[in-house]
């Protein structure tokens, strides 16, 4: 009787605490979500009548989005894996007894907290026609490149990704090592393991849940590296890097809310079954291991 | 033999290190001291990426290339005289920044903590499914909700206003995923003996929960303050008005015509941020683990 008193106020109170937090979720998030959809089912934003899934079906005919979504996709499959292999890398650098490491740590974390728009400057003149980058080609007898103009700008897009990106993987893979119990290398060094056995058996397998995490955080930043690139190149960048968040940001300023809201749960379904998907492997790899 | 063989791996690891770690602060050297270039010496550097004339001639002579250079013929604090004192447009741009920072760092961290408190600790019908809910927001690129959000924006006569990045800024769900990581590790044994006490919920909140997570709100509220510091995307489309945009999309405007004001422009937008890393790196590193943890 007494507990399930407790119970119910613990309910209300609860309602309480989440209070604040829950109406500006609705109203800025929730709502917006649901009307967005709304939107993607009419035809016109103000008294627009009923067509399904007619935006949706237009949409994946458009090409420009099309190559939007071509470009974005081909985007997170080179930089995701690449940020995880050279941060798992550095981080299993950072792991031994080294001098300094901690300064090192710090250095590959400062990226993360510089504004974007404070290096652009830096950026461009590396990467201009003319740039930095172009002088050091040509120094070494090659001809010069231009980076931002031709299909090259998904690389200079890339290399400010991964430069951006990787102390944050870096500090979540640390924090994964050195989870995993020292006993585990004592046992597999008496068993005679070496050291590329220790990494595939041991490391790489405890470290799952780490990877999978990194995974997420790497593909939700690849899709904030729109900034940099419009920053570098502004709302029509050339082709290569021309993505998703570009296509919907001029839908936006052509008042098109239609293509823009469908477009939207496009990634967002994208986005949605990716992370359920991983979820689930996750939790069959960790049922596993133990 | 198998010393030595450990003393030249370790070489080796340090060095790509080292070579890993200039080529990361290279940007931010550049722009440090590029800040402190005389507008002569700039134009010398830069002209061959800004002057159009220059680019589009096809050379292949070395003078046509923008150069970096670390260290100033000589010092000048010029730039940094310009942007402060001459052009009071800067500090009204840096101002804008401030004015839409903090009220969301504030914010969220206030709306955050009571939110993960309930998350965290208490019972209610439909608690994972809201924080799954959560979630999924968090994972959203801006762009999604962006036609929404505008539209709720106007129809609460907000947009053109900093409040429409403010309010959708302070109940973004990043904080309270990341403190509701934090209190789970409390451990309940606290929370029961003060009940047993006699404190009530929101003793037992102010007393016990807030100074146990202080090191949690901390990490979660520079996590804030740098990403809203960075923001481009909502200004871009919210703040029509130049006036009001905050300096992280003024600088990218300013880049063109003023290279020498724009270095010392973002060697100072840089400051605030840098110097809360340095100052609290302990707690930003904290709040990057917190975000790993299983929920």
């Not at chain 1, 590396?126 to 070494?140: C, E």
């Not at chain 1, 998907?277 to 291991?289: A, S």
């Amino acid at each position: 009787m007494r507990t399930g008193k407790l119970k119910t106020n613990n309910g209300c109170l609860a309602w309480l605490f989440l209070g604040p937090s829950l109406l500006g979720f609705s109203l800025f998030y929730l709502l917006p979500f649901a009307t967005g959809f709304y939107y993607s089912l009419v035809d016109s934003p103000i008294n627009g009548t009923f067509v399904g899934l007619h935006n949706y079906g237009a949409l994946l005919k458009n090409p420009s989005f099309l190559s939007a979504l071509a470009n974005t996709a081909k985007f997170t499959l080179i930089c995701v894996p690449l940020n995880m292999i050279l941060s798992l890398g550095v981080a299993l650098l950072l792991n031994q007894k080294l001098p300094g490491r901690n300064l090192f740590r710090t250095i590959m974390v400062t990226p993360l907290v510089v504004p974007v728009a404070s290096i652009v400057l830096v950026w461009q003149a590396f990467f201009d026609l003319n740039g930095v980058l172009n002088f050091l080609i040509q120094a070494l007898g090659y001809p010069s490149v231009d980076w931002m103009k031709t299909s090259w700008s998904r690389m200079v897009v890339l290399v400010i990704y991964l430069w951006k990106n990787i102390g944050y993987s870096v500090i979540l893979f640390l924090a994964g090592l050195q989870n995993i119990p020292a006993e585990y290398y004592e046992a597999a060094r008496i068993d005679g393991a070496s050291r590329r056995q220790e990494f595939f058996r041991i490391t790489l397998i405890y470290l799952t849940p780490t990877t999978f995490f990194v995974f997420v955080i790497s593909m939700i930043n690849s899709f904030k590296v729109f900034r940099e690139a419009y920053l570098i190149s502004g709302e029509y960048p050339h082709n290569s890097i021309y993505m998703l968040q570009h296509y919907m940001n001029n839908m936006f300023m052509a008042l098109d809310y239609q293509k823009l809201t469908s477009a939207a749960f496009i990634m967002a379904a994208f986005i949605v079954a990716i992370v359920l998907l991983l979820f689930i492997v996750e939790r069959k790899i960790t049922n596993m291991i133990n | 033999m198998l010393k030595r063989n450990h003393r030249i791996k370790n070489i080796l690891h340090l060095t790509v290190l080292l070579v890993l770690a200039v080529l990361f602060m290279f940007p931010l050297a550049v722009t440090v001291t590029n800040s402190f270039m005389s507008e002569q010496e700039i134009a010398d550097n830069y002209d061959p990426v800004t002057d159009k004339n220059l680019s589009s001639y096809n050379g292949d002579t070395a003078n046509h290339f923008a150069r970096f250079q670390l260290i100033p013929e000589v010092v000048v604090l010029k730039q940094y005289y310009n942007v402060l004192i001459k052009k009071t447009q800067f500090l009204f741009m840096f101002w804008n920044s401030v004015l839409i920072t903090f009220p969301i760092v504030i914010g969220q961290t206030i709306v955050a903590t009571l939110a993960a408190y309930a998350f965290a600790k208490l019972k209610f019908r439909g608690r994972n499914f809201l924080f799954f809910l959560y979630i999924l927001v968090m994972l959203m690129p801006f762009q999604v909700t962006l036609v929404p959000n505008y539209l709720m924006a106007g129809q609460l006569g907000l947009l053109n206003s900093h409040w429409s990045i403010i309010f959708p800024g302070i109940f973004s769900t990043f904080g309270v995923f990341l403190l509701k990581q934090y209190m789970e590790q409390i451990p309940d044994s606290y929370i029961e003996a003060a009940r047993v006490d006699g404190a009530n919920q929101l003793q037992i909140f102010l007393k016990i929960i807030v100074p146990m997570s202080r090191a949690g709100i901390a990490a979660m509220a520079i996590l804030v303050f740098i990403d809203n510091w960075n923001m481009v995307e909502q200004p871009l489309i919210f703040l029509q008005d130049a006036a009001k945009q905050p300096l992280s999309l003024y600088l990218s405007r300013i880049i063109d015509g003023e290279k020498g004001l724009a270095f010392a422009a973002s060697t100072l937008y840089m400051m605030p941020a840098l110097l809360n890393f340095l100052y609290a790196e302990k707690y930003l590193l904290e709040g990057i683990r917190l975000s790993g943890i299983k929920g």
